[in-house]
């Protein structure tokens, strides 16, 4: 090609074809040397595919050691203790390994028992080596009889309290002829097992025609067993046999009470103070040891039930020694704490809380002051205490009306009406501690919440049994907003009427508790005990409040 070039460009002067044909040549060079990237075609996006198994998937009559899963390219296993799952469990996991394109399971040292069907489920383990491709939901099924079992089995869960999602759960049938003793659950593992998908959903295959108790929980520690009340569980009372029963499973999850009372920890903030914290909700009787100290202490207790006790103390120091006593639990604790050492000389101001939020005190709620500390009573000045507001154009001056509650708090025991904005004046040093503590001087805004600003909410429930009920109205994340109890006689129609006013403009919802023993709280159930969690039933009906008007709604519980 060279020499024709040559062969044209000869008439040209010698000097001006050398330069023509290096130029060709580093046109040439270049294009030559150009990269162009590798597409390697489309990115693999699908699972791997079972193309043989040795012996066949669904086979009867199994004997063989060792089924070889052959799939369409090299594939590996991940997470196989939490996906994968055989029913009926086996007494040794097998070995499983994944070799090339070839997956094996070792089934030497598993002793498979007669006339038996055994699905091995495998959930997401099985995953392609290069893109991780997940083969979803694979299972291998063999009888070591003469036919696979074909009955089936499914249901849903939900949480009794709230009626929400459970998340992931175990899901066991136990054989009713194995159970010897109604703590089952905590040492029998079960014959079949699934998990739940997040909402709660979940179903057996392959179950033989048996009768099955049911039972779902939290496996925390995945032991497939019951470990108490760490652990949520759900149960059915019935007895189920999948050739007769067709309907679906319900089980009602709910986390039992915890059985054993005891002192966690102790715990000091500051000097003044200790908290008691439990092992569970508890309401105790706090004393001092010795009766001369009886004066000294004051054991705060809220008004509902919880975990940690407070007990307030004065004028003692290095140790605090207690006597507490729990009339449920019929408990008896001597408790000596450490306290901190007291620190005259560190100043620090005395501090305090009110019930109020924002400046709005709530309707028919006296507005009150409660301190970090035991205050002396006996200290506190009036004086220094003040109202102020305007009404009528007039600036007003009261002096507080103080009412002492408890040793930790104080009420403004005043009339604050609706539409008046007023100013709490609290000067330095009206109040003082036992440790040489006064407040700081302080001005604090105050209105009563205005009855315009609410709302209320006239109920027409109809429900379906003689009974007592809880009837509650719940906000976001199933906030308690307010509570009434209802008992339904024999005498009395299914039909109540319940007023809940002076409500925040919101969008609510009913939540009606089953309180069958009366106690007026919904009680949580017991596995030993074969207790169910009472029931609640929440409508799917929102209910929107707004200010200043009464909402009239009919609720039927069927």
């Known amino acids: ?7 044209i460009l000869h008439p040209m002067p010698r000097q001006l074809i050398n330069i023509l044909l290096l130029f060709m040549c580093l046109m040439l060079f270049i294009k030559c040397a150009q990269v162009v990237q590798l597409t390697g075609g489309e990115k693999d996006s699908e699972a791997p595919k079972l193309i043989q198994s040795l012996p066949e998937n669904k086979s009867v009559n199994f004997v063989a050691d060792q089924i070889i899963l052959q799939f369409d390219e090299f594939i590996q296993l991940k997470d196989i203790s939490n996906q994968i799952i055989i029913n009926p469990p086996l007494p040794e996991i097998p070995e499983m390994e994944a070799d090339g394109k070839k997956l094996k399971i070792n089934l030497k040292k598993s002793k498979t028992e007669p006339n038996t069907t055994y699905r091995i489920f495998f959930g997401n383990a099985i995953n392609d080596m290069h893109e991780g491709n997940v083969l979803k939901d694979f299972e291998f099924v063999f009888s070591t009889g003469s036919e696979i079992d074909t009955l089936k089995a499914k249901g849903e869960i939900e949480i009794e309290f709230d009626k929400s999602e459970p998340g992931e759960c ?14 089952f659950a905590y040492q029998l593992k079960a014959d079949y097992i ?13 179950l033989p025609n048996k009768n099955f108790k049911a039972l779902a929980f939290w496996d925390k520690n995945k032991n497939y067993l019951y470990d108490g009340e760490s652990e949520r569980i759900a149960f059915s009372d019935l007895t189920h046999n999948p050739s007769i029963d067709t309907t679906s499973i319900h089980l009602n999850m709910f986390a039992e009470k915890t059985g054993k009372l005891y002192l966690k920890k102790t715990y000091s903030p500051y000097y003044g103070k200790v908290q008691l914290i439990y092992s569970k909700e508890v309401i105790s009787n706090i004393k001092p040891l010795h009766d001369s100290d009886q004066t000294k202490i004051y054991h705060h207790q809220q008004n509902k039930a ?3 006790l407070s007990v307030y103390y004065k004028n003692i120091t290095d140790t605090l020694k207690l006597i507490s006593t729990n009339p449920e639990f019929s408990i008896l604790d001597t408790l000596i704490i450490g306290l901190p050492k007291f620190k005259p000389t560190i100043a620090k101001k005395l501090m305090f809380t009110q019930n109020w939020l924002a400046g709005v005190l709530e309707k028919n709620v006296k507005p009150r002051l409660q301190f ?15 109202i102020k507001y305007i009404k009528d154009t007039l600036k007003v001056t009261e002096d507080v009306e103080l009412k002492v509650i408890d040793p930790i708090t104080v009420e403004l025991a005043n009339n604050f009406a609706e539409g008046i904005d007023y100013k709490v004046v609290c000067d330095t040093a009206a109040f003082h501690d036992y440790t040489g503590k006064y407040n700081d001087s302080i001005k604090l805004n105050l209105s009563r919440r205005e009855s315009s600003e609410l709302g209320k909410l006239k109920l027409n429930l109809l429900l379906d049994k003689k009974q007592h009920y809880i009837i509650q109205l719940i906000g976001a994340n199933h906030t308690v907003v307010m509570e009434k109890s209802v008992y339904l006689s024999l005498s009395s129609s299914n039909s109540v009427e319940v007023i809940m006013d002076e409500l925040f403009p919101g969008t609510y919802r009913i939540k009606i508790i089953y309180d ?3 106690n007026k709280k919904w009680d949580t159930g017991n596995l030993l005990e ?17 200010a200043d008007w009464e909402v009239e709604e009919e609720i039927k519980i069927q």
Do not use: C, H, W
């Open 1 to 7: 090609m060279i020499n024709i070039v040559i062969a």
């Open 530 to 546: 074969k207790r169910q969690p009472e029931k609640i039933r929440i409508p799917a009906k929102e209910i929107k409040i707004m």
């Open 306 to 308: 919880n975990d940690t």
């Open 516 to 518: 069958d023993n009366a």
């Open 170 to 183: 175990v899901v066991a049938l136990y054989n009713t002829d194995k159970i010897t003793n109604d703590s």
């Open 194 to 206: 699934v998990k739940s998908n997040k909402t709660g959903n979940f179903d057996f295959k392959y």
């Open 372 to 386: 970090y500390n035991l205050i002396d009573t006996g200290l506190a000045k009036n004086a220094l205490l003040k």
